[in-house]
Nanobody
Framework: QVQLVESGGGLVQAGGSLRLSCSAS????????MGWFRQAPGKEREFVAG???????YHVASVRGRFAISRDNAKNTVYLQMNSLKPEDTAVYYC??????????????WGQGALVTVSS
């Protein structure tokens, strides 16, 4: 059973950068896809980025060119580098572990969430 622990959230000014980390345990990390989601106040949780077991990535249009998902299989960790942050990026960010090699299909686990607040 996979467990996920996130770190790296915080308060940043618009235009600034943050990096979120998500450490996984409980299964062979490299075999599975990982993803990042976010939930803004009063809104539903939404998909932000995914990375397959082979390293293929996808970012939604609203963050493309500003955010970058990556993984370090030796450290069992997935990252979300966030640059040029905007106030509308303010949300609780969740990492998620997929039950397959691609960022689609059912999710096996969620992280506890990391609050990112971007001030204008």
């Amino acid at each position: 059973q996979v467990q996920l622990v996130e770190s790296g959230g915080g308060l940043v000014q618009a235009g600034g950068s943050l990096r979120l980390s998500c450490s996984a345990s409980g299964r062979t990390f490299s075999r599975y896809a990982m993803g990042w989601f976010r939930q803004a106040p009063g809104k539903e949780r939404e998909f932000v980025a995914g990375i397959s077991s082979s390293g293929m990535t996808y970012h939604v249009a609203s963050v493309r060119g500003r955010f970058a998902i990556s993984r370090d299989n030796a450290k069992n960790t997935v990252y979300l580098q966030m640059n040029s942050l905007k106030p509308e990026d303010t949300a609780v960010y969740y990492c998620a572990a997929y039950g397959s090699t691609t960022y689609s299909g059912p999710l096996d686990a969620w992280g506890q969430g990391a609050l990112v607040t971007v001030s204008s």
